[in-house]
């Protein structure tokens, strides 16, 4: 899998390349810090069990699911189903980044830095607070 994942106290910068950039149908993306609410490492299981529809992208079960996602539960404020951009294959963990707004509400990445990247976005929003 080849995602790029680069960290900085302004935003995180998430860049697909290879075929991965076909898979997903996106090149990546920027994320200021003043988006994100927090940043997990979670089971591959669970982050899958949270999408229903997809709307654009790849989905193999059991091996490839890449694209823009509808969530299966309704945002209880808003009412509305949140999506999600995913580039998850095989790995038993991923990184979770949870966002503000609700398009994308998770931004869920296969890393092998997963548990670090989590850790340092982390220190970045607790410190903007």
Same mark, same amino acid.
């Given at each position: 899998?080849? *995602?790029?994942?680069? %960290? /900085?106290?302004? +935003? *995180?910068?998430?860049? %697909? /390349?290879?075929? +991965?950039?076909?898979?997903?149908?996106?090149?990546?993306?920027?994320?200021?810090?003043?988006e994100i609410v927090a940043a997990d490492v979670l089971l591959r299981a669970d982050?899958?069990?949270?999408?229903?529809w997809?709307?654009?992208?790849?989905?193999?079960?059991?091996?490839?699911?890449?694209g823009h996602f509808v969530c299966a539960a309704k945002d209880p404020i808003t009412?509305?189903?949140?999506r999600a951009w995913m580039a998850v294959f095989r790995d038993r963990e991923v990184l979770r980044i949870t966002l503000a707004g609700d398009r994308p509400r998770y931004v869920v990445l296969q890393h092998p830095g997963r548990h670090d990247l989590a850790w340092w976005i982390g220190e970045r929003i607790t410190a903007q607070r």
């Amino acid at each position: 899998m080849a *995602v790029a994942v680069t %960290v /900085t106290d302004a +935003d *995180v910068r998430i860049e %697909v /390349t290879g075929l +991965d950039r076909l898979w997903s149908l996106s090149r990546g993306r920027v994320i200021p810090m003043g988006e994100i609410v927090a940043a997990d490492v979670l089971l591959r299981a669970d982050a899958v069990r949270g999408i229903r529809w997809r709307l654009a992208g790849t989905h193999m079960p059991g091996s490839v699911i890449a694209g823009h996602f509808v969530c299966a539960a309704k945002d209880p404020i808003t009412g509305r189903r949140p999506r999600a951009w995913m580039a998850v294959f095989r790995d038993r963990e991923v990184l979770r980044i949870t966002l503000a707004g609700d398009r994308p509400r998770y931004v869920v990445l296969q890393h092998p830095g997963r548990h670090d990247l989590a850790w340092w976005i982390g220190e970045r929003i607790t410190a903007q607070r």
